[in-house]
Each structure stands twice: as structure tokens, then as C-alpha cells.
């Protein structure tokens, strides 16, 4: 079982910039992929960014059409820790962001959730 500690959420006004922390622990030698999803309210969650392992060390990242060019995902994996920078932040990327680690069998865990909120 992975468990996933995000961190960085607040307030920002539109145009600025966030970073949002992930730290992993548990079962993380088991982890395939992780990722970045948000809900905003009466919304479903999505995906904002995921990274994914492609052979032995390399990865690659997929991103939502509505944040690529202003949001990156990176892992530092000596600390077990995933990020998404967040730059150029619209009213519209409020939502609660949620981290997410999936396992080679296929098993999701998910953070608690930190709160982004970007004002006009």
C-alpha cells in the first residue's frame, strides 16, 4: 500500500505561480506511475498531469490539454516525491489537486487533497 502526503496548495492570484508536493511512503517500489488530478466543485476529477516509467529509467509525462505549456510534473526519487509546478495559474485551475500513485497490478492510491484557489 502506498501512502501520499500533498503539500504546496493556496492562494494565488491569477497569473501567479504554485508548486505542489506529493511525498510517497509505503509500497513505492511498486509504483508505475504517478499523477496530479483535480476536482472542482459539482465537477468529476481529472487528470491534470501523470509521469509514467518507461523502462528502466527513463519516464515521460502526459498533461491536460487545458494546462500544457503552464504546468510541469517532475519525481525526485531519491525523496520519493513527486511535483507539479504551476505557473501562469487561471481562476479556472481552482480545485482541490489530489496526488495519485499507480501500482504494476494496476492498484490506485490517492492523497487527501490540497486546496488551489486563484483569484482574478
Known amino acids: 500500500q502506498v501512502h501520499l502526503v500533498e503539500s504546496g496548495g493556496g492562494l494565488v492570484q491569477a497569473g501567479g505561480s504554485l508548486r505542489l508536493s506529493c511525498a510517497a511512503s509505503?509500497?513505492?517500489?511498486?509504483?508505475?506511475?504517478m499523477g496530479w488530478y483535480r476536482q472542482a466543485p459539482g465537477k468529476q476529477r481529472e487528470l491534470v498531469a501523470r509521469?509514467?516509467?518507461?523502462?528502466?529509467?527513463?519516464?515521460?509525462?502526459d498533461y491536460a490539454d487545458s494546462v500544457k505549456g503552464r504546468f510541469t510534473i517532475s519525481r525526485d526519487n531519491a525523496k520519493n516525491t513527486v511535483y507539479l509546478q504551476m505557473n501562469s495559474l487561471k481562476p479556472e485551475d481552482t480545485a482541490v489537486y489530489y496526488c495519485?500513485?499507480?501500482?504494476?497490478?494496476?492498484?490506485?492510491?490517492w492523497g487527501q487533497g490540497t486546496q488551489v484557489t486563484v483569484s482574478s
Open positions: 495519485s500513485a499507480e501500482s504494476t497490478r494496476g492498484t490506485v492510491s
Open positions: 509505503g509500497s513505492i517500489f511498486s509504483v508505475n506511475a
Open positions: 509521469i509514467t516509467r518507461s523502462g528502466t529509467t527513463n519516464y515521460y509525462a
